[in-house]
C-alpha cells in the first residue's frame, strides 16, 4: 500500500507522519524506500512529489509493497482522482489561526528575520490563511471525513484518534501499551530530541537549529497574537470573502512562487 500523510503547511503533517511510521513499527510493516526520482530530496520525508505522483502510481506495484510519504498536496487534479484501495491518504486539519502562528514562527526561525506578527499578518500571514482555508475545502470536499483527523482532536484524546488511524489504514487495534510506547516516541520532546542528535529527516534543508521548528504542541495559541482585526479578516477569509484583488496578491505571492522556484 501507499500511505500518504497529508495536509496544509504546519497543520501538523509532521507529527501524522510520526504517528503512523510508529504505528508501522509497531505491526511489522516493512517499507520500501521509494526511489529517487519520485522526491527532490532523497533525505527528507516526502518521498514521492505531488509532480511525480501519477508516475510512481503507473510504474510502481505499491499493492505488493509498502511505501509511506509525508506530502503537501493540493492540487484539485490529485485530489480529485480516483484511487484504488491500496492508496490510503490520511489528513490532519489544525485551527487556521493556530496554523497561521505557526507559519510566522516557523519564518522567523528558520529565515532568522526579526519580524512582528501584524507585519507578518497583512504582508504574508492573510494570504497563506487563504490559500489553507481553499486547500483544507477541497480535502473536505473530496475525502471522506473519516480519512481527516484533528490536530486538536489529537491533543484532547490521542488514544482514541491514534487506534482510528490505524483502523483506517487497515492495520487493526493497538494495546494501551503500545499506544503508550507511541506517545512517547511522537512526544515534542522526543522529536525535537531526535532533530538535535541527527535521527531524523524532518527540516533536512535546515542546517542549524532543526529543532527550534517544533514549538509548543498545542492549540489557542493564537490568543496571544491575533487582535480583533486579525479574527475579523480570518473569519472573512473561512467565509469565502477574500476580494478578487487579494486573490490576485495570493497568485503572486505564493503560485508564481511555486512555480518559479519549482517548490512542492
Not at 533536512?204 to 475579523?232: A, P
Request: glycine share 4%; aromatic share 16%; charged share 25%.
Amino acid at each position: 500500500m501507499l500511505i500518504i500523510c497529508n495536509g496544509t503547511f504546519k497543520s501538523g503533517s509532521t507529527w501524522l507522519h510520526v504517528i503512523i511510521c510508529e504505528i508501522l513499527k509497531i505491526k511489522k510493516i516493512k517499507i520500501i524506500n521509494t526511489k529517487e526520482k519520485y522526491t527532490n530530496n532523497i533525505y527528507g520525508p516526502t518521498t514521492i512529489v505531488e509532480s511525480k505522483l501519477s508516475d510512481f502510481l503507473k510504474t510502481e506495484d505499491y499493492s505488493r509493497y509498502n511505501y509511506v510519504t509525508k506530502s503537501h498536496f493540493y492540487k484539485k487534479s490529485t485530489l480529485r482522482r480516483n484511487y484504488d484501495d491500496s492508496v490510503k491518504f490520511i489528513f490532519i486539519h489544525r485551527d487556521l489561526k493556530d496554523a497561521i502562528v505557526s507559519h510566522y514562527y516557523h519564518i522567523k526561525q528558520k529565515y532568522y528575520v526579526r519580524l512582528k506578527f501584524n507585519t507578518y499578518f497583512n504582508l504574508i500571514g492573510r494570504y497563506k490563511a487563504y490559500e489553507i482555508a481553499e486547500i483544507n475545502n477541497m480535502y473536505l470536499y473530496y475525502f471522506n471525513s473519516n480519512q481527516i483527523f484533528s490536530y486538536e482532536d489529537l491533543l484532547l484524546s490521542f488514544d482514541d484518534n491514534v487506534r482510528a488511524i490505524s483502523t483506517q489504514l487497515s492495520l487493526g487495534n493497538l494495546s494501551d501499551e503500545e499506544i503508550l510506547g507511541i506517545k512517547k516516541q511522537t512526544s515534542i520532546n522526543s522529536m525535537r530530541d531526535q532533530l538535535e542528535k541527527g535521527e531524523s529527516t524532518y527540516y533536512s534543508t535546515v542546517k542549524r537549529n532543526k529543532s527550534r521548528l517544533i514549538r509548543k504542541g498545542k492549540s489557542g495559541d493564537w490568543r496571544n497574537h491575533f487582535k480583533s482585526q486579525h479574527l475579523e479578516d480570518i473569519y472573512r477569509i473561512e467565509n469565502g470573502k477574500f476580494s478578487i484583488f487579494n486573490k490576485l496578491v495570493y497568485i503572486f505571492i505564493f503560485s508564481l512562487r511555486r512555480i518559479i522556484f519549482r517548490i512542492e
